[in-house]
């Protein structure tokens, strides 16, 4: 199979993929005891107010022409209407999947760099005081429940010490002073920094143990191999040996990242609910505890979304970043 054919296959199932992602949520949230509109009524609805909400929802029709009509609304961007908010789901939670990814996306990718390096590190230092004790530390943070750690770093640097805000991402007076502004204005502030600072570093320091020991083991297997006994002995500097030996250590550590970071999106729910902050997985927790079920709905496609392309990702950069992995024709 050449490379392009490769690639139009790994489309087409990705694509594929999605559709069954969306046509799964949608028959499980209507297929579940009790009937959609007394899941997501209070309880205590009369009679008119179910009718109301029948037809309003279009739950008379059959259940394959509610399905083609919610597939060619999303296809529309239209994922309906939240019933906590009364507003567009897909309006409702725009911001709130950039405030989660400007959080989860640089702390992860930071702390699969430190990870990394400090992996190839340990690596490189094998049978040394450095590489038996040097991972006691990642290991016991990564040992700690995420939300726990975001607790304990609350109380010692917000509580304690008073260094950081102990919740939200913008303090309300700053978030008003630009409320008439451009809506990226607020991000650049002070108080946004103030306010990342405490749970960027909590996830850098919760996740930076995966890739270290991931990298650690590659980076032994790969100085096993022949091709670094001929560059040592060819003269190779060490610094250029190191770059070699990290560029084919690394597949195992890219492969992991996209896990890691759908891992975290779900993970980090209670991160967000800990610190306040405004993001999918805060909104998740609100939209379950308002029964708001067509938000709920549309998260977890989001989610679900993320990992299938994320993985469809990783397969197209496989032979980009590893010269070893090539397409058989």
């Known amino acids: 199979m050449s490379k392009k054919r490769y690639y139009a296959f790994r489309t087409v199932q990705t694509v594929f993929m999605l559709v069954l992602v969306v046509t799964f949520l949608f028959y499980f949230f209507r297929l579940m005891p009790g009937g959609f509109e007394n899941i997501m009524l209070q309880q205590g609805a009369s009679e008119a107010q179910v009718e109301a909400f029948r037809q309003r929802w279009g739950l008379d029709d059959p259940l394959y022409v509610q399905y083609l009509r919610y597939m060619g609304n999303l296809l529309q961007l239209n994922a309906g209407r939240s019933i906590q908010y009364g507003v567009p789901v897909v309006e409702y ?46 290991i016991l943070f990564s040992s700690v429940p995420s939300f726990f750690l975001a607790i304990l770093a609350i109380i010692l640097f917000a509580g304690v010490l008073g260094w950081f805000p102990t919740f939200g991402m913008i303090d309300p007076q700053v978030y008003t002073q630009y409320q008439n502004e451009a809506w990226w204005r607020p991000y650049l502030t002070s108080s946004f920094f103030n306010h990342y600072i405490l749970p960027f570093s909590v996830i850098v320091i919760r996740y930076a143990n995966t890739p270290m020991l991931i990298m650690r083991t590659s980076v032994v297997e790969t100085m096993g191999q022949e091709f670094t006994f001929y560059h040592r002995m060819s003269g190779l500097p060490k610094w250029n040996r190191l770059r070699h030996i990290g560029k084919h250590s690394i597949l195992p550590v890219v492969t992991l990242y996209p896990v890691t970071m759908t891992r975290a999106i779900g993970g980090l729910v209670l991160v967000e609910t800990v610190f306040n902050w405004p993001g999918i997985g805060y909104a998740l927790v609100n939209a379950v505890l308002a029964r708001d079920f067509p938000v709920v709905q549309f998260v977890f496609f989001l989610v679900a979304a993320f990992i299938i392309i994320a993985n469809f990702g990783v397969d197209i950069l496989y032979g980009v970043v590893d010269p070893r992995v090539t397409v058989e024709d």
Do not use: D
């Not at 405030?99 to 490189?124: D, S």
């Open 93 to 138: 939670v725009r911001m709130r999947i950039f405030n989660t990814f400007i959080l989860i996306g640089p702390a992860i990718t930071a702390a699969y760099i430190v990870g990394t390096l400090y992996g190839t590190l340990l690596g490189t230092k094998r049978g040394s005081k450095l590489e038996k004790h040097g991972m006691i530390p990642l």
